[in-house]
């Protein structure tokens, strides 16, 4: 898939870390995605996956404020659903339970590397390069 068609994915990175997101937001540019948004908190994800719908989400398990990531996720999924990467140090530590009940949900353990990142990015979108 070529940078046009990239660009055509809205990609949401929800991270309390400014430096991890903005980290994020630089490989997927790179990478010809170009509609990247950032936020630090479940409540503004929520209000950006309200106004905006995202073609895939990148969250993080512990979030500023009220929320954290599966809270987050289970609001915003009564309104948009599209795969989700959870990229946490804590995913092996979040129940199983929960994993089952989000589908097209993926858990990928802090840190991660860019080319894992990139690669979980693609896959999730169903983007294979040849």
Do not use: W
């Not at 070529?2 to 309390?16: A, C, M, R, T, Y």
């Not at 903005?22 to 996956?49: F, H, W």
């Not at 599966?70 to 990467?85: D, G």
């Amino acid at each position: 898939m070529d940078n046009e068609q990239k660009s055509k994915f809205l990609i949401l990175v929800v991270e309390d870390e400014s430096l991890i997101a903005e980290q994020y937001r630089a490989v997927l540019k790179n990478q010809g995605y170009s509609q990247v948004k950032t936020c630090n908190s479940g409540e503004l994800a929520i209000e950006i996956s309200n106004q905006e719908t995202p073609d895939l989400i990148i969250m993080d398990h512990k979030l500023k404020g009220d929320l954290n990531g599966m809270e987050t996720l289970s609001q915003i999924r009564k309104k948009v659903h599209c795969p989700v990467i959870f990229i946490s140090a804590f995913a092996n530590s979040i129940p199983t339970q929960e994993k089952f009940q989000l589908p097209d949900t993926y858990y990928v353990d802090k840190p991660i590397n860019n080319e894992n990142l990139v690669e979980q990015v693609n896959s999730s979108l169903g983007i294979i390069n040849l």
